[in-house]
């Protein structure tokens, strides 16, 4: 665990006190069987709000607490535990650092107070199929007057059917630039996608959609900067998350180690499962190390970002769904049946790992930046 | 340390270094000189090195002047170390007396023994040599057999030990011996053995690297003085254990990251035209276990941070050491497969240098999962220590 100061010791006990009230992994079945399209629970996530965590990344002008990224990481890693759904991530650290990035007065102005107190949620439309792009954007955006036109698909868009507003990279002429569309922008058509978890996930077809002026973020050219950085930001939360995920699939499973009886003793006796727990504890501690160095480099707005987002996505990958695998597998049948929570880990670990560029994609980019 | 006061020493001892510290010695690796070898082989500057560190009390800085050290707090070591780390200087007082046996004694020996044998270790006159292990005694240490019968007047010692490093030059042994017969761990003392005793034998081992680091000590009949034990007859378990907590920290040491091994890799195998290393399938593992070495070294400075803060639930050193020889042993192989047939090389001609101590390298690092509790034994302690699983019944 990283050193903390008082506030961000208060951020992350408050946390810990309201998820356990909360958000049990009975309020991720609850969303599941009220077979919504929202994909979270607003009322939670306002209850999140009034407790300041969708401003932490928002300048105080703005009706934020600018508190940090490490300080959203402690939320979102006690979150990661109990596999909350909301659109912390997606709008509070994605939208809000887009904007913070690249935003004009008028657009921080506008949408920032917005999103700090979560009225607006605001999500990447990034992906647009099978893969996470690689500078790749089909969407296109063709200039049309002083304003723009918007074509193409994007697909999978979380929290996509309750947004308000997208942040949306497209291909010019000119290179990638991002747009801010609003919701019910006309020509806009959202369809709701049914995933293995609610996420809220949506089809966006964008058929010729009309923008003004004032909905350029990013211009031609300076569009992928900007979403790198973007990216970087999200994929050290979403880490920080997964990481929370695979701390809590391994307590549990750690539980039933000591609880399972077979052979007249309790399973956990055994030195094979016991090596295998003492394995998978030293790849939750490799993880929390680089996630925890991630989120340092971000408040500290250090030169090595880029790699240390990747290294922290890349491993919280694949440690999260080793765990989730093995939290089935030592579980046995009763890790296979829908009533128990192992397989809801086992999702949420694949999902995630999709999320902002999957552990495979990371590894690449990692590499390139290395030098290999 | 208050600021101007830490200010203050930190310029003393960085115009002591200028005046002292050997110049042929700056940014030297002192590894050769540590335990293997005796120090009368070591270079003349390293000798002197040694002498001034040893006057000045900074062998052992924080031990007490009449134990041969400086007296001087923790904050007072870690600012020499940083002025030495600053021109490449290093404190050449590093020895397993220091690194394991001196904090022991520290706590569990009497005055007495206190004054007779820090001093020794804090100067670096005295080596040590760790005499745990035997033929029949690994994993589970605390079988050993090696005898060891009240006479009176002295102790008769019989038996065999072995991976004892450094042996041969070694003045002393810090040895665990059997008192009792009838218990196991509690018929365990912690004995202190003079290695130019009559019927001590160190015989040299040759590991699959070609190297003798280790000895097997034999021990014939060998009389000691009742004086020599530690911490009080059949209560030598405890101070073992205490020694290897002392030896497993200073083996997950703080590691400084391993160098990028892209550069190597693209001067033996070439690019693709991408400017990728040109074998997919090595590039792979080498990304992999880059990123595995990082957060190793990520995790050695959280944990740094932890300690010094005093926050509880710092990583565990035995999956620590378990992260750190896994990183280190793949390291190993993947040199030497990026060096391909030059990485085969035993010695003499047709090889650089570089290659062979490569090669020496990775077969020396199967060592690493084996010493200071293996890979499994760490585990055993992680298991039981960490995740509170129960013992077998």
């Known amino acids: ?97 887009a904007l913070r990035l690249a935003g004009n007065a008028a657009q921080q102005e506008r949408f920032l107070p917005a999103l700090a107190s979560g009225e607006l949620v605001a999500v990447l439309a990034l992906d647009e199929d099978r893969r996470h792009p690689q500078r790749q954007v089909a969407l296109a955006a063709e ?17 996509g059917m309750a947004a308000g507003l997208f942040i949306v990279p497209a291909r010019t002429t000119d290179g990638v630039a991002l747009f801010l569309v609003d919701g019910d922008a006309a020509g806009l058509d959202r369809r709701a996608l049914r995933e293995v978890l609610p996420r809220g996930a949506a089809i966006l077809s964008f058929d010729n959609v009309a923008v003004g002026p004032d909905a ?19 994929c050290i939360c979403q880490a920080a998350e997964m990481l ?31 090596h295998r727990a003492a394995n998978l504890y030293a790849e939750l501690e490799l993880t929390r190390s680089a996630v925890e160095a991630a989120l340092a480099a971000l408040d500290e707005d250090g030169d090595d970002i880029p790699v240390l987002a990747s290294l922290a996505k890349a491993l919280a990958g694949d440690t999260l769904r080793r765990m989730a695998t093995e939290m089935i597998q030592l579980h046995g049948g009763i890790g296979m049946t829908d009533e128990h929570d192992a397989g809801f880990y086992l999702k949420r670990a694949r999902v995630a790992d999709m999320s902002f560029g999957n552990a495979a994609f990371h590894r690449e980019r990692y590499a390139r930046l290395c030098g290999y | 340390m208050a600021d101007d006061v830490e200010q203050g020493f930190r310029a003393e001892v960085a115009e002591w270094l200028k005046a002292n510290f050997p110049a042929s010695l700056a940014y030297k690796n002192p590894q050769p000189y540590h335990n293997d070898g005796a120090l009368a082989d070591a270079d003349a500057d390293f000798q002197l090195w040694l002498r001034r560190i040893a006057d000045k009390g900074w062998g052992a800085v924080t031990w007490a002047p009449e134990y041969g050290g400086a007296g001087l707090t923790r904050a007072h070591e870690a600012v020499i ?4 780390a600053r021109i490449g200087a290093f404190n050449p007082n590093r020895s397993y007396g220091m690194m ?44 050993l057999q090696t005898k060891c019968i ?58 699959i690297s070609g190297t003798t680091h280790f000895a097997e000590v034999f021990l014939t009949d060998v009389q000691v003085p009742k004086e020599n034990i530690v911490g009080g007859v059949n209560q030598g378990w405890a101070v073992a254990k205490r020694l290897l907590q002392f030896e497993r920290d200073s083996l997950a040491g703080n590691r400084a990251e391993a160098p990028s091994l892209a550069p190597l890799a693209k001067r033996y195998i070439g690019e693709d035209a991408d400017g990728r290393i040109a074998d997919p399938d090595l590039r792979r593992r080498l990304i992999l276990n880059s990123m595995r070495s990082r957060a190793y070294s990520q995790t050695f400075q959280r944990a740094a941070r932890e300690a010094k803060a005093g926050t509880g639930t710092s990583p565990a050193l035995s999956a620590v050491k378990n992260l750190g020889s896994d990183v280190s042993q793949e390291r190993g192989e993947l040199i030497v497969e990026i060096l391909g047939n030059r990485g085969l090389g035993w010695e003499g001609g047709g090889f650089e240098p ?40």
């Open chain 1, 1 to 97: 665990m990283a050193v903390l100061n008082e506030e961000q010791r208060m951020l992350r006990d408050g946390a810990e006190a309201w998820a356990l009230d909360r958000a049990p992994v009975t309020a991720l079945r609850r969303l599941r069987e009220l077979d919504g399209q929202t994909g979270f629970d607003p009322d939670l996530y306002a209850e999140m709000a009034e407790m300041g965590w969708t401003g932490i990344l928002v300048p105080e002008e703005f009706g934020g607490s600018d508190f940090g990224h490490l300080s959203l990481g402690l939320i979102v890693e006690r979150l990661g535990r109990t596999l909350l759904p909301s659109p912390l991530i997606d709008s509070a650290v994605a939208a809000v650092g």
């Open chain 1, 143 to 159: 200039r049309d007057g002083d304003g723009w036109r918007l074509s193409g698909v994007k697909r999978p868009v979380p929290f």
């Open chain 1, 216 to 234: 350029l973020l990013s211009p031609p050219g300076e569009g992928q900067g900007v979403l790198d950085r973007v990216l970087d930001r999200a």
């Open chain 1, 244 to 274: 929370g995920a695979a701390v809590q699939a391994f307590e549990t499973t750690l539980d039933y180690l000591k609880t399972r009886k077979q052979f007249g003793r309790i399973i956990g006796q055994f030195q094979a499962l016991q």
């Open chain 2, 81 to 84: 170390n940083q002025e030495m």
């Open chain 2, 100 to 143: 394991m046996l001196g904090p022991t004694l520290l706590e569990y020996a009497d005055d007495e023994q206190k004054l007779r044998f820090l001093p020794g270790i804090a100067k670096g006159t005295v080596r040590w040599c760790q005499g745990f292990s035997e033929p029949g005694a690994g994993s589970d240490l605390a079988s």
């Open chain 2, 150 to 207: 009240d006479q009176g007047d002295h102790w008769l010692v019989n038996g065999q030990k072995i991976w004892t490093s450094g042996a041969n030059h070694a003045h002393w042994c810090f040895c665990l011996v059997r008192t009792d017969t009838s218990r196991k761990q509690a018929g365990i003392s912690f004995l202190l053995i003079d290695m130019s005793s009559p019927g001590v034998e160190a015989r040299p081992i040759t590991l």
């Open chain 2, 354 to 393: 570089d290659e062979l101590e490569a090669t020496r390298a990775w077969l020396h690092s199967k060592a690493y999962s084996i010493y200071g509790g293996s890979f499994e034994i760490q585990n055993n302690i992680t298991a039981k220590r960490v995740l509170n699983l129960p013992d077998y019944q």
